[in-house]
């Protein structure tokens, strides 16, 4: 672990390639924002607007600095645990920042899972704009990183020859963005577009308004005089014998005259809704003698003797429940009175146990944060010295307590400022973090 100004590079990425250039992965002292570091560069820091790649945000002697956006984490900790909605949407962004770069001249010279951070369906590519002897952009290191991605479900993925064409070159950017953009919609959105006529086909008919209706009356009216003359008639002994039956029944008949309305609505062509058929004349004919025949069949040919009323049922309930209502019984004085002293008895007794085990200490109270020191390249041993320690920590400073390589026994966490001393060479300072699951590796230039 080393500093540079005021990050922190705590660990090492190895980029593809026998080139000088390397790549950490670090943290900024002052804020705690983690940072991506890349050097040796000569060249001044550039100004880039390309979405879904790490902003620069810093220049260091020979190193640039990118800032890693918060709460995102290493796509390579996902990798072969992705679905096809998530892996589309990632390949298809990666795709979009290679074009947008090769558009502009900007060198993108590393594509590595390492190198790529994630935060729900977005990524961000880091290292953009830094140059590679090797190639200018990295489309090979493209098609690996999306089989790291994919792991074993690569062979299976819809889009896979598609991109494979475009890194080959016999396929375009446009056809490769349709492809992942249709292979990235819903079924249902793709069932439609791949049949046009598939909502014609499931929309209902529409109704054509200048079809006529067969109305059962107009067919009566078109009919021979003779017959519509005969169905009038019977209309009307209907509608005179209705009329017999409510005064014979008057004010005690109410059922018949409900059931003789009925009757009447049933046998006026007029409140019957219309159906559209396509029958000719003669059907329609029929179809109305059928109904004239129902009305005359429900009618009786004689009146009834005598008309009985309506029989009137009274439903009586009872305001009372039908079984006895049963109130639980008050409790004592005694058992309020056990209640009051229970509780604050309780109370004492859980607090009294809280504070014996507070002043009780615990055998293993005393933590330790171990540290591993490595020396690269390994050679001659060094000493370590503690300069800082955090608020609380008993570490003797100014003291050398270790000897390196090897491992180091913190007793709090936090930042440290320490000093590594090898024996021909000048002292160097550094701030380690503890605890510190990889280590800290120190390297002799």
Request: one cysteine or more.
């Amino acid at each position: 672990m080393e500093s540079l100004g005021h990050y922190l590079l705590r660990e090492r990425i190895v980029l593809p390639g026998v080139g000088a250039m390397e790549a950490f992965e670090g943290q900024d002292v002052r804020t705690g924002i983690d940072v991506l570091a890349f050097r040796p560069i000569a060249k001044p820091l550039p100004e880039l607007s390309i979405p879904h790649t790490l902003p620069w945000i810093d220049q260091e002697g020979d190193a640039w600095i990118a800032e890693i956006p918060v709460g995102a984490v290493k796509t390579a900790w996902l990798a072969g645990r992705l679905d096809i909605a998530r892996l589309t949407q990632w390949c298809k962004q990666l795709v979009t920042v290679l074009h947008w770069a090769q558009e502009r001249d900007i060198p993108v010279g590393y594509v590595i899972p390492e190198l790529i951070w994630a935060r729900g369906s977005r990524i961000w590519l880091g290292g953009v704009g830094v140059p590679n002897p090797e190639h200018a952009r990295d489309f090979s290191g493209l098609l690996n990183t999306i089989k790291v991605f994919a792991g074993e479900a690569y062979p299976a993925l819809p889009w896979r020859e598609a991109l494979e064409d475009y890194v080959a070159g016999h396929r375009d950017y446009t056809a490769l963005l349709e492809r992942l953009e249709f292979e990235g919609e819903t079924p249902a959105s793709k069932s439609s577009s791949s049949d046009p006529q598939a909502a014609v086909r499931t929309s209902p008919p529409a109704q054509d308004p200048s079809r006529p209706h067969a109305d059962p009356l107009e067919a009566r009216r078109a009919r021979a005089g003779g017959e519509g003359v005969g169905d009038a008639v019977r209309g009307e002994g209907a509608s005179s014998s209705l009329e017999a039956r409510r005064a014979r029944a008057g004010g005690e008949g109410v059922g018949d005259a409900v059931c003789g309305e009925r009757a009447q609505d049933e046998m006026t062509p007029d409140k019957r809704p219309a159906k559209a058929t396509s029958q000719d004349a003669p059907d329609a004919e029929k179809q109305t003698h059928s109904k004239s025949l129902n009305v005359e069949v429900n009618e009786p040919a004689q009146p009834a003797a005598a008309s009985t009323p309506p029989r009137r049922i009274r439903i009586e309930e009872r305001l009372e429940p039908p079984f006895e209502v049963l109130e639980p019984p008050l409790p004592s004085r005694r058992t309020v009175a056990l209640w009051i002293w229970l509780i604050p008895l309780v109370l004492l007794l859980a607090g009294l146990g809280w504070w014996m085990r507070s002043r009780t200490p615990s055998p293993g109270a005393t933590a330790v944060y171990p540290v591993e020191f490595r020396l690269q390249p390994p050679g001659p041993g060094a000493s370590l010295a503690i300069l800082e320690a955090p608020e609380g920590s008993q570490m003797p400073l100014n003291t050398e307590i270790a000897q390196l390589p090897g491992r180091v026994d913190f007793d709090r966490p936090g930042i440290y400022r320490i000093r590594v001393r090898v024996q021909g060479r000048a002292p160097v300072e550094s701030l380690i973090e503890v605890p510190n699951p990889g280590g800290v590796t120190i390297s002799l230039q």
